[in-house]
T-cell receptor
Framework: EADIYQTPRYLVIGTGKKITLECSQT?????MYWYQQDPGMELHLIHY???????EKGDLSSESTVSRIRTEHFPLTLESARPSHTSQYLC?????????????FGPGTRLLVL | AQRVTQPEKLLSVFKGAPVELKCNYS??????LFWYVQYSRQRLQLLLR??SRESIKGFTADLNKGETSFHLKKPFAQEEDSAMYYC?????????????FGTGTSLTVIP
């Protein structure tokens, strides 16, 4: 079934640790995105990719990095986690249907940095 | 520049009452407008988009280009409508469509 997967769903980690949030999609989409969202708050775009080997920073400055080696995979990495990184991270992909583009979201990863 | 504005952060209505979630946008071209919904403990999902002119779960939204608005309406609110609602705008960019989300409105339907 076409979907967007994020792992882990929940992560509690200590300060200074390196972490990678995984995102995979079987939607066949070229475009993928990472958003940061605090509970009940707005979405902030932190990274996006329009295809393999293409990555761009979003509107919100982030210390995270991303890579896009495969179309279906768009992992996000924090080299040294800090409490300020505590948030929910949403992965999305977008595709065109009937000439119209729509974004679809994964279930999110809730990150708590102690 | 803020492209999508949702003036109400919180909105409470009684069950059976009409509900309207406001959304205004700023874009000079012809954008596409969407409403996304996030129910408790569920992922963000598309509710409807203006191009489809459809009614989903009793909700409708009309694009008013003169007022640059895309308000979401439902004549009779239900408890299961309680959720976070995000208005979003999409327009063509250099390398594809750009998406912008509003700050969201938390809707609570009171039994």
């Amino acid at each position: 079934e076409a979907d967007i997967y994020q792992t882990p769903r929940y992560l509690v980690i200590g300060t200074g640790k390196k972490i990678t949030l995984e995102c995979s999609q079987t939607m066949g989409h070229d475009k993928m995105y990472w958003y940061q969202q605090d509970p009940g708050m707005e979405l902030h775009l932190i990274h996006y990719s329009y295809g393999v080997n293409s990555t761009e920073k979003g509107d919100l400055s982030s210390e995270s990095t991303v890579s896009r080696i495969r179309t279906e995979h768009f992992p996000l990495t924090l080299e040294s986690a800090r409490p300020s990184h505590t948030s929910q991270y949403l992965c999305a992909s977008s595709g065109t249907s009937g000439g119209r583009e729509t974004q679809y979201f994964g279930p999110g990863t809730r990150l708590l940095v102690l | 520049a803020q492209r999508v504005t949702q003036p109400e952060k919180l909105l409470s209505v009684f069950k059976g009452a009409p509900v309207e979630l406001k959304c205004n946008y700023s874009y000079s071209g012809s954008p596409e407008l969407f409403w996304y919904v996030q129910y408790s403990r569920q992922r963000l999902q598309l509710l409807l988009r203006h191009i489809s002119r459809e009614s989903i779960k009793g909700f409708t939204a009309d694009l008013n280009k003169g007022e640059t608005s895309f308000h979401l309406k439902k004549p009779f609110a239900q408890e299961e409508d309680s959720a976070m609602y995000y208005c979003a705008l999409s327009h063509p960019g250099n390398t594809g469509n750009q998406f912008y989300f509003g700050t969201g409105t938390s809707l609570t339907v009171i039994p």
